[in-house]
């Protein structure tokens, strides 16, 4: 028996005046399937797993969201304002002129569009769940996480409203750096808010998380304090050793001094497998 750490492939070079066929292409062969100029859906582990019977995701154990049911989508298709150390996306890609104009309708019938061909495949599987496949058919659930931070799109309050329209639930993960969005969406409420906390102090958080713009660490904090506006809200941990995995009478602080529903830790760690001889 041997333990072997699963590698990425080497990242393709990619320019900021990349035309966006190259990208599409480059994504593509990683499993994500394009909506439109800047979002997304990708399949991930926990539905292609359930469908066949096995695991589902915490979001099935800790809330009751079919897994089989869920969408893993982005409107920023790889596009973030931090370059977390941690971060197991692209973090190499900046484009400059970026422009998401994309309509919220469109982008919302594009993910349910993209994630029914994703799946339609598997009718054709004999060890697949069939009435699970059947469900996974009717998508209930948006989970608004896949790469890239949300807010950044500007017309996320309006898609947030479309996706609600069809009677489907939606998390949504920021890194708490849009501030002004968080506000709006206070009148446009996700089902889950989460607002990631990846450091305990300042200092780490612009060591660990690279941030490209001024003011990063400040606008977490007043995030942060507008979760006590969501009716269900969570503040996550990202730790990492030797990184951010540390201090926690400083996350206590933090935690103890704002409002919100739900704490979730999370740990980064590199990705094993055992080849069994």
């Known amino acids: 028996m041997k333990l072997v750490v699963l590698q990425e492939p080497p990242k393709q070079k990619i320019l900021e005046n990349e035309s966006l066929e190259i990208r599409r292409k480059y994504l593509a062969k990683q499993g994500y399937r394009i909506v439109g100029n800047h979002s997304a859906i990708k399949l991930c582990h926990f539905c292609k797993s359930s469908i066949k019977g096995n695991e589902s995701c915490y979001k099935h154990t800790f809330y009751g969201i079919n897994s089989w049911q869920c969408i893993q989508a982005s409107v920023t298709l790889d596009i973030c304002?931090?370059?977390?150390?941690?971060?197991?996306?692209?973090?190499?890609?900046?484009?400059k002129k970026i422009k998401f104009l994309?309509?919220?309708?469109?982008?919302?019938?594009?993910?349910?569009?993209?994630?029914?061909n994703a799946l339609i495949g598997y009718y054709g599987y004999d060890k697949v769940i069939k009435e699970k496949l059947d469900e996974s058919m009717k998508p209930k659930h948006v989970a608004l996480s896949l790469t890239g931070d949300a807010c950044m799109?500007?017309?996320?309050?309006?898609?947030?409203?479309?996706?609600?329209?069809?009677?489907?639930?939606?998390?949504?993960?920021?890194?708490?750096?849009?501030?002004?969005?968080?506000?709006?969406?206070i009148d446009s409420q996700p089902t889950q808010m989460y607002i990631t906390l990846p450091a305990p102090d300042e200092e780490t958080f612009n060591q660990a998380c690279r941030p490209l713009g001024k003011n990063g660490w400040k606008r977490i904090m007043g995030s942060i304090n507008l979760l006590k506006h969501f009716n269900r809200s969570v503040i996550r941990l990202t730790l990492a050793k030797e990184l951010n995995f540390k201090d926690p009478e400083k996350y206590a602080e933090i935690i103890n001094a704002n409002e919100f529903k739900f704490l979730e830790l999370k740990s980064a760690m590199p990705l094993v497998t055992q080849d069994i001889d």
Do not use: S
Not at 160 to 185: Q, R, S
């Open 102 to 116: 994309d309509n919220p309708k469109d982008i919302v019938e594009g993910f349910i569009r993209e994630q029914r």
């Open 153 to 185: 799109y500007p017309r996320l309050p309006e898609l947030i409203n479309e996706i609600h329209k069809k009677d489907m639930t939606i998390f949504l993960v920021t890194n708490g750096t849009f501030t002004e969005m968080v506000k709006k969406l």
């Open 81 to 95: 304002n931090l370059r977390c150390t941690w971060c197991w996306r692209d973090i190499d890609y900046n484009p």
